[in-house]
């Protein structure tokens, strides 16, 4: 199983990113998958996650309404559209699913 995420860079506040999420090794259309982020000194936290209907979301607080997941099963991709990014937004983002996640890609809010 593995996870390869991408997309990351600095950004301005306010501005917007689109993560992807590249999975292997596993019949990806059969599960859920989550988006986290781990911001320095701090725990990893859920950011976003999706059914394998890829209707069914589910967000953490601080980014409903600007961030947005989905998911292409014909591709094993999983995207994490994030808009009017904030400051606190910064952090290194994983993806994953059955305990496994990848290395992450680093996601920095600064002007």
Do not use: H
């Amino acid at each position: 199983v593995t996870f390869a995420e991408s997309g990351g860079g600095l950004v301005q506040p306010g501005g917007s990113l689109r993560l992807s999420c590249a999975a292997s090794g596993f019949t990806f259309s059969q599960y859920a998958i989550t988006w986290y982020r781990q911001a320095p000194g701090n725990e990893r936290d859920v950011v976003a996650s999706i059914g394998t209907d890829g209707v069914t979301t589910r967000y953490t607080d601080s980014v409903k309404g600007r961030f947005t997941i989905s998911r292409d099963n014909s591709q094993n991709i999983v995207y994490l559209q994030m808009n009017d990014l904030k400051p606190d937004d910064t952090a290194v983002y994983y993806c994953g699913s059955l305990g496994y996640w990848g290395q992450g890609t680093q996601v920095t809010v600064s002007s």
